[in-house]
């Protein structure tokens, strides 16, 4: 099951030059939290704050808390906390020399060398929940590069879930997908969120609207304004999250 993850004062700066200020947010145990907002507003840099792939960008620094339950993302392993919350990005990025197995199998070998017998059950298992065993069962040992885009995302997915974390982190990651596959993604996050936590950055206030439980928006690196989808789409607090759902800016 998915645990809840709370992003407290949470400052983030690339060198001089500050991106996110003081960000504080709550994203609630099997819900979908959308972060919209116009580019540079903050979106990926804080999601990738959250399990602590901004530190490995050379002068990026951060500063407050990140807690995964009541436990300090920070006060972890590096390693242990990207495999509790697991990141999927715009552009599927699965091993192009690796079979479809092995894309999904590697964090697991890496993790503690499961036998044979055992990767291929946790495979099956994390392709099924993917929703793609069934178009690549006959098909395993196949180059994940023969698979389609939208595919490749969910064989991403596939391989985040292996490790079975409990959060999901989506940066975007529909933005390159067509319709069709996008549908498809969007119906598996849909599905997910009764397992994990998901918190999905999207320029898509369409898909905002389809699959998220809450919204955050984010302008300029500070979050404005929260709530349920519905609230901030339809009755926002903020006059700036009006102009930007309508459309009259970003």
Same mark, same amino acid.
């Given at each position: 099951?998915?645990?809840?993850?709370?992003?407290?004062?949470?400052?983030?700066?690339?060198?001089?030059?500050?991106?996110?200020?003081?960000?504080?947010?709550?994203?609630?145990?099997?819900?979908?939290?959308?972060?919209?907002?116009?580019?540079?507003?903050?979106?990926?840099?804080?999601?990738?704050?959250?399990?602590?792939?901004?530190?490995?960008?050379?002068?990026?620094?951060?500063?407050?808390?990140?807690?995964?339950?009541?436990?300090?993302?920070?006060?972890?392993?590096?390693?242990?906390?990207?495999?509790?919350?697991?990141?999927?990005?715009?552009?599927?990025?699965?091993?192009?020399?690796?079979?479809?197995?092995?894309?999904?199998?590697?964090?697991?070998?890496?993790?503690?060398?499961?036998?044979?017998?055992? $990767?291929?059950? /946790?495979?099956?298992?994390?392709? %099924?929940?993917?929703? +793609?065993?069934?178009?690549?069962? =006959?098909?395993?040992? !196949?180059?994940?590069?023969?698979?389609?885009?939208?595919?490749?995302?969910?064989?991403?997915?596939?391989?985040?879930?292996?490790?079975?974390?409990?959060?999901?982190?989506?940066?975007?990651?529909?933005?390159?997908?067509?319709?069709?596959?996008?549908?498809?993604?969007?119906?598996?996050?849909?599905?997910?969120?009764?397992?994990?936590?998901?918190?999905?950055?999207?320029?898509?206030?369409?898909?905002?609207?389809?699959?998220?439980?809450?919204?955050?928006?984010? $302008?300029?690196? /500070?979050?404005?304004?929260?709530? %349920?989808?519905?609230? +901030?789409?339809?009755?926002?607090? =903020?006059?700036?999250? !009006?102009?930007?759902?309508?459309?009259?800016?970003?």
């Amino acid at each position: 099951m998915g645990k809840a993850l709370s992003a407290i004062e949470l400052s983030a700066s690339f060198g001089n030059h500050q991106v996110l200020h003081c960000v504080s947010l709550h994203m609630q145990p099997n819900y979908v939290t959308a972060i919209i907002g116009p580019p540079g507003s903050g979106k990926s840099t804080f999601i990738r704050c959250l399990n602590r792939l901004h530190e490995t960008v050379p002068r990026a620094t951060m500063t407050g808390r990140v807690m995964l339950g009541d436990q300090d993302v920070y006060q972890m392993d590096a390693i242990s906390a990207r495999q509790k919350i697991g990141m999927v990005f715009a552009q599927p990025n699965p091993f192009p020399t690796m079979s479809i197995f092995d894309n999904v199998a590697i964090g697991l070998r890496l993790r503690d060398g499961k036998r044979q017998i055992h $990767l291929s059950d /946790e495979v099956e298992r994390s392709l %099924t929940i993917a929703n +793609l065993w069934s178009e690549v069962k =006959d098909r395993l040992q !196949e180059s994940s590069g023969k698979l389609t885009v939208g595919q490749q995302q969910r064989l991403c997915m596939a391989r985040a879930l292996a490790l079975q974390p409990a959060v999901l982190l989506l940066d975007e990651p529909a933005s390159v997908l067509d319709p069709f596959s996008t549908l498809r993604v969007e119906e598996l996050i849909d599905q997910l969120k009764e397992r994990y936590t998901i918190v999905i950055v999207t320029h898509n206030l369409q898909q905002a609207a389809r699959v998220a439980d809450r919204t955050a928006f984010f $302008l300029a690196g /500070e979050m404005i304004e929260q709530g %349920t989808t519905t609230d +901030l789409f339809t009755t926002p607090c =903020d006059k700036r999250t !009006e102009d930007y759902v309508t459309g009259r800016f970003g």
